[in-house]
């Protein structure tokens, strides 16, 4: 309970949202989370402003490799957009609120849409290594245990005390990236799924992913949920994509196993489609907003 009571004050955050604010001129309307080596998409934006997270005040430092914790400004397709070089896990040790710290940062920066992408192992069998999986909805392992990044004294600036999931990955944005996907030639490779978040750092066993699909999950991975949650309580659009980068050993013959270094090769390999559909889908986005 002790590290309940250290959570960060409206105070911490406001602070750190200004110091940002102070350090660049872009005000960004777009956020994208990277998941691991898929910090790639830093490198589309244009009038970049590179911060690392070692000097912005309060904010959490990445350990785990593939991803290089700096927050980067700029522009992607004309849009002010600022990316996340390397998120935070609860494995790495650190409370889910936070693991969140950044969302509410980009709220009072002024960002409406929050883009998460992460690296997954493919439950359902019709998906390849190098496919991406546009998220429809997740299941939250953690949080059906209580470990949930809303726990707490709720604060009310942000949103209400009981938020609702059901609309967590926004409609509108899903139907524009599969029709994206469509139009860049990349509809055989581009899934719509059930994303499960598990704790980690150790995968799964061979029963947890036979459990996991049985329950409808078509991916997993150790992050993005608690991010969705918290962007959702500060009333954020959420779109999410999963790069699937190995297939969950789901046969107790096989000789299979997951390992970090394969997932990193796998990210790398087939980044440059997620690139592009981001790309795209954020020019779309604008596009959408001048014609609203």
């Not at 934006?45 to 309060?58: M, R, S």
């Not at 889910?96 to 493919?122: D, M, Q, S």
């Not at 962007?231 to 659009?237: D, E, K, P, Y």
Request: hydrophobic letters at 40%.
């Amino acid at each position: 309970m002790a590290r309940q009571e250290q959570r960060y004050t409206y105070e911490q955050y406001k602070e750190t949202a200004e110091w940002l604010q102070a350090n660049t001129k872009e005000r960004p309307r777009v956020a994208v989370i990277c998941g691991s080596g898929l910090g790639g998409l830093a490198s589309l934006l244009k009038n970049q402003v590179v911060i690392k997270y070692t000097d912005i005040p309060n904010f959490p430092q990445s350990t785990v490799l593939g991803h290089a914790g700096k927050l980067v400004f700029g522009t992607l397709s004309g849009t002010p957009c600022v990316v996340m070089q390397g998120r935070f896990h609860m494995y790495e040790g650190y409370p889910l609120w936070k693991v969140t710290f950044p969302v509410r940062i980009f709220h009072l920066l002024g960002v409406e849409t929050l883009i998460v992408t992460n690296a997954a192992g493919g439950l359902n069998p019709e998906y390849n290594v190098g496919d991406i999986m546009i998220i429809r909805d997740h299941i939250n392992m953690p949080g059906l245990a209580g470990n949930n990044p809303l726990v707490g004294p709720n604060e009310e600036r942000f949103g209400v005390r009981f938020p609702p999931m059901s609309d967590a990955y926004d409609k509108d944005l899903r139907r524009l990236a599969l029709a994206v996907a469509r139009d860049l030639g990349h509809a055989k490779a581009v899934h719509e799924g059930v994303y499960c978040s598990v704790g980690g750092p150790s995968y799964e066993t061979i029963a947890e992913c036979r459990f996991l699909q049985r329950v409808g999950a078509d991916a997993v991975g150790m992050s993005t949920v608690p991010e969705v949650i918290v962007a959702r309580h500060c009333g954020l659009r959420v779109f999410g994509f999963s790069l699937i980068t190995n297939k969950a050993v789901l046969d107790y013959t096989s000789q299979e196993t997951a390992n970090h270094t394969e997932v990193l090769q796998a990210s790398s390999g087939s980044a440059k489609m997620l690139e592009n559909i981001v790309s795209e889908l954020v020019q779309r986005i604008e596009s959408n907003n001048n014609l609203a």
